[in-house]
């Protein structure tokens, strides 16, 4: 079970051994997942070993290869729309936040030097 628990290298080398197990239960060894994905035999090892971070694309490319593509759609969910866009624009999807120009909350004030060191002292 992955939680907030284990380290980023532990959930590394967790994600890459259940990559392994879907592998094997497809009846596949590293070369033919290689050839089905065009992923590297020696990336898919290290991969699997939790060695290294894999890269989203290759990520993809081997699930896709083992079929399990649809599993992505549990790992990153769309948002669903705020309130606030349901009300304004007709349900238009937010491309960015916008902050008020009234809102100094987050503004960073002008850097000045002291009078002090203006004048040399």
Do not use: Y
Not at 9 to 29: A, S, T, V, W, Y
Not at 33 to 60: D, H, M, P, Q
Request: charge should be positive.
């Amino acid at each position: 079970m992955i939680d907030a628990r284990l380290s980023n290298q532990m959930i590394l080398e967790e994600l890459g051994h259940r990559l392994e197990k879907l592998r094997i239960n497809e009846g596949l060894d590293q070369k033919c997942l290689a050839e089905l994905s065009g992923v590297g035999v020696s990336t898919i090892g290290k991969i699997e070993s939790g060695k290294t971070s894999a890269g989203l694309l290759n990520i993809i490319a081997i699930l896709r290869a083992l079929g399990k593509l649809g599993s992505l759609d549990s790992f990153i969910q769309p948002p669903p729309p705020v309130t606030s866009s349901l009300l304004n624009r007709r349900n238009a999807e937010r491309k960015r936040v916008h902050n008020s120009r009234d809102d100094k909350k987050f503004s960073v004030p002008k850097f000045s030097w002291p009078e002090s060191h203006n004048k040399g002292g």
